[in-house]
């Protein structure tokens, strides 16, 4: 009999995996990327990448979690007992980031209210690290900033509040308000930007293409990193998600409409994002490549000092530009958050609200961390190392053993087959057997070699320029110790025996 918990409506659905793969990233990483590797050309490795990657694994995971109905440690744990620890580690990777990234959307809220009087003065370098953050030497935690204390205690209220209400009343109803409202205000901006004195430059500075561009190694690898940054996929979130999806679901079309809106948003972020560089470069008669940035510069001092330049309704722009990070990061984090509340709900056999208070609770206290003096360090290094070193590598894990190992593509492509109208083929199984594999690998072979020749060898600098011991354990300890943990969780008794069987011991069973 099926008790587990479901999406109201397709729609649904959609807007809740959508509200996931749209978040921060796309708006200040994305633009960067594309620009520094091609510009126009790269859409050309990017659209490749969307199509022999990211789509794939997302109807990969939409199917894991449809077929298994399950959070992602219990779906690992009935394809295969030995690889429950997968789902653990894609769980305690979604864990970590969630406990910094609940303070960066601390951040944009106070600097939506910063907006109203243009707070940040002229120098919005030196207000980001040392009138706002206060910013300690790295390694030092220093105390508590009640500037970012006070919005992320409103950050996880609302988060938790919400993931209180549970699947339907609960994530369905905020994704059907907040997807709407970030695309009616990221329209806005950008309907504006496009029409300010230089926004052409930029935008000719972003779509340029530079062909000889997409012959490097590099430019077609940072395509796969974003799509798969984008997506999110490989830490549990689309398994969790699927896994509420009614038995009769369409997982492929739900799966393209899916990738397709995360780059459609992500293309419309490019355009916005450019069309103010390209109206700074003008007002400061510099090139348009002396003004772009990506990440936390792009939008906490580059877009502040763009805001102070504008001809009219300054505030208002400033505004409206804070409030979209602020609610595409919220849709992402109730994502990330569901999953360890999902696999708390099924390991342990507890209510959902002590599974919300437990593992959320848990979360908005080492999220503490990262709003003290020196989090802005501790939130540079963990998310460089969770992210290249947690979601991209196990990402590859879940390849190679789904694919590899477990042999279970054409099981996964029956089931997608059985309930979608477009059907599966020979692109798929390429994809996700040889294609991903091969680039994944590439990847991570890369980052390992480069990052352990900087830790071992004295001449080069560590990531960020940070010291050895400080990497060590905000970086690497890190990156490692989801897996460690993810390995001991799988160890631990299931509460629902019935409910952790194999396919093959469910099927002797009947």
Known sequence: METRSQWGTRAGFILAAVGSAVGLGNIWRFPAVAYENGGGAFFIPYLFALLTAGIP????????????????????????????????????????????????????????????????????????????????????????????LIPLIVVWVVVLGILFKGVKKGIEVANRIFIPALVIIFLVIVIRAVTLPGATAGLDAFFAPDFSKILEPDVWVAAYGQIFFSLSIAFAIMITYSSYLPKKSDITNNAFITGFANSSFELLCGIGVFAVLGFMATQQGVAVSDVVAGGVGLAFVVFPQIINQFPALNELFGFLFFASLVLAGLTSL??????????????????????????????????????????????????????????????????????????????????????????????????????????????????????????????????????????????????????????????????????????SEAREAK
């Open 334 to 503: 109730m994502s990330i958050t569901e999953t360890y509340v999902a696999g708390l709900v099924d390991k342990f056999k507890i209510s959902r609200s002590k599974a919300v208070l437990f593992g959320g609770g848990l979360a908005a206290v080492i999220s503490l961390l990262f709003a003290t003096r020196g989090g802005l360090n501790f939130l540079d290094s963990v998310d460089y190392f969770i992210n290249q070193f947690g979601v991209a590598f196990v990402g590859l894990v879940e390849v190679i053993v789904v694919a590899w190992i477990l042999r279970k593509i054409g099981d996964f492509k029956s089931h997608a087959n059985g309930i979608s109208d477009i059907k599966l083929g020979s692109w798929w199984t390429i994809s996700l057997g040889i294609i991903t594999p091969i680039v994944l690998g590439y990847t991570m072979y890369g980052l390992f070699a480069q990052n352990l020749q900087k830790q071992f060898d004295t001449d080069s600098g560590n990531y960020g320029n940070y010291s050895d011991s400080f990497i060590f354990y905000a970086g690497w300890i890190v990156a490692l110790g989801v897996i460690v943990v993810g390995v001991l969780l799988s160890l631990a008794k299931w509460k629902t025996p019935q409910a952790e069987k194999t396919d």
């Open 57 to 148: 694994i997302l109807i990969l995971e939409f199917t894991i979690g449809h077929k298994h109905r399950g959070s992602a440690p219990l779906s690992y744990r009935r394809m295969n007992k030995k690889t429950e620890w997968i789902g653990w580690w894609q769980v305690l990777v979604a864990f970590v980031i969630s406990t910094y990234y609940s303070v960066i959307i601390a951040w944009a809220i106070m600097y939506s209210i910063y907006s109203f009087n243009l707070n940040w003065g002229e120098d919005t370098e030196s207000f980001l690290f040392n009138d706002y953050l206060n910013l300690a030497a790295p390694g030092e935690i220093g105390g508590l900033v009640p500037s970012v």
